[in-house]
């Protein structure tokens, strides 16, 4: 069909005039989804849950802060102070359940004020959404890779915060948590949180067996695969998870073994994988250790010249073809798939991308640990939401097991869903005294709300 000039342009030339003024508009029409998500999922309960042991005589109990923040996360805000900027949205107070939004004043006062009662019930609420999904669709197979990520702050007086590696922000104090995550879904299952002048592996073992019995006993009876670089190498954690059950791999640090070392540099045979790696098996493990493990030597070929000063090669092997690595393992599999397998462990920095870049993870609100340790967890209860809104509203599309452990589905990331359906207008009517949401006609977007709504909704009307 064929359309004139004059049927699509037109001539503009006046400015509209602006005024405000009180009206029952949402800029989230998204937040329904939320809503009913939290009411199918009984997260209002476990909020009120999460705090009822405290002493609440405010008007705005500790349970509607828990859940303001996890909305605000979901929203993509980032300060508190952007609060002000959404205060009066209609369908976020029905949300909360409120008539008026705090101030920031009273989050910052109130969020100190939690315990660590309140944040044992948030990892708890945590683990138990991602568990259900875990059992529910991956009862086969489930891989948690374990690794830390820096968050800093430019205040010198944060309680809990320490002077430690920080490639970015250098001389900044900062926290640095240990976070398990889950690679078929793309959640984050727990969180330890530590100072930032600690080693990775700090109390990485108590929280790993943690980890462990939580699946277990959310009735998680499949196989359990761990994935942990160099800095969690040693022969406690290796022993915990063979004592456990559990299949692993783990980067070996292997350059500041001498023995090691230079039977690597001196070996000549090496099994072809494709033209980039190349692999051998070694039968080692450091002098002071019990027993051995399978150790696959990997080299890669460098493909650009390396830049820079030639080093000698007295801590660390240097050969201007080749990048080496070690992996030990209990898997019985090929080294081609342990490789690919390994490696997949790298997808868990786009996860602590998403939570910084778009959930605010990096943040820290308050003057004291335990606020800002609530902040955290409530970004990542907002993250796993958005995964388990877009996992509840369509099948898995890839298999469980395939050779990276890729996540089940093809995830957007929570910036393109705010554009694309959270983040629209929408005017709130009570017609026959039924709240009824309007917003646009446009039909890609009734489409994608229409099916991100219907699991949630099919059950609230059953």
Avoid at 221 to 236: I, K, N, T
Avoid at 336 to 349: C, D, I, K, P, V
Avoid at 412 to 425: E, G, H, P, S
Wanted: aromatic share 8%; hydrophobic share 40%.
């Amino acid at each position: 069909m064929r359309v004139s000039r004059e049927s699509i342009q037109s001539a503009t030339h006046a400015i509209p005039k602006i005024q405000f003024e009180d009206q029952e508009m949402t800029s989230f029409s998204g937040l329904t989804i939320l809503f009913a998500m939290l009411q199918q999922l009984g997260l209002r309960r476990r909020f009120y849950e999460c705090t009822r042991h405290l002493r609440d005589s405010s008007a705005y109990s500790a349970g509607k802060i828990l859940m303001l923040l996890v909305a605000h996360s979901f929203l993509g805000w980032r300060r508190l102070r952007d609060l002000d900027y959404y205060r009066d949205d209609p369908l976020l107070l029905r949300l909360i359940g409120v008539r008026s939004l705090p101030n920031v004043s009273t989050i910052s006062r109130r969020l100190p004020q939690m315990d660590e009662r309140v944040v044992d019930h948030q990892r708890r609420l945590v683990r138990d959404l991602v568990a259900r999904r875990i059992v529910e669709h991956t009862p086969s197979r489930v891989t948690l890779d374990f690794d830390g990520s820096v968050v800093t702050t430019s205040s010198r007086r944060t309680e809990g915060t320490a002077l430690g590696y920080n490639n970015k922000k250098k001389g900044q104090r900062s926290y640095y948590p240990l976070l398990a995550t889950v690679a078929q879904t793309g959640q984050v299952f727990d969180i330890l949180h530590r100072a930032g002048n600690v080693h990775d592996s700090n109390g990485a073992i108590d929280f790993v067996r943690e980890c462990i019995g939580n699946l277990r006993e959310s009735g998680f009876r499949g196989v359990l695969e761990m994935r942990m670089d160099g800095a969690h190498f040693s022969e406690a954690a290796m022993g915990q998870l063979c004592r456990c059950g559990v299949e692993f791999s783990v980067s070996v640090p292997f350059a500041r073994f001498a023995d090691a070392k230079a039977r690597v540099l001196a070996r000549k045979k090496w099994h072809h994988i494709d033209d980039e790696w190349s692999y051998f098996e070694l039968d080692w493990a450091p002098k002071s250790w019990d027993r051995r493990l399978r150790c696959v030597v990997y080299r890669r070929r460098v493909r650009v010249p390396r830049k820079g000063p030639i080093q000698l090669d007295l801590f660390e092997p240097i050969d201007r073809r080749y990048d080496f690595k070690v992996v030990m393992t209990n898997k019985v599999v090929s080294a081609a798939t342990l490789l690919a397998f390994h490696n997949g462990r790298g997808a868990q920095e786009a996860i602590f991308a998403q939570l910084k870049s778009q959930g605010s993870f990096d943040y820290i609100p308050t003057r004291r640990e335990i606020g800002n340790r609530v902040h955290a967890l409530s970004c990542i209860l907002a993250h796993n939401l958005g995964r388990e809104m877009q996992m509840a509203a369509s099948p898995p599309e890839r298999p469980t097991a395939t050779p990276t452990r890729a996540s089940l589905w093809a995830f957007k990331c929570m910036r393109t869903i705010r554009m694309a359906v959270i983040q629209r207008a929408g005017r709130l009517t009570r017609p026959k005294g039924i709240w009824t949401l309007t917003m646009a006609g446009n039909e890609r977007l009734q489409d994608d709300f229409t099916r991100l709504l219907a699991p949630w909704g099919r059950r609230n009307a059953a």
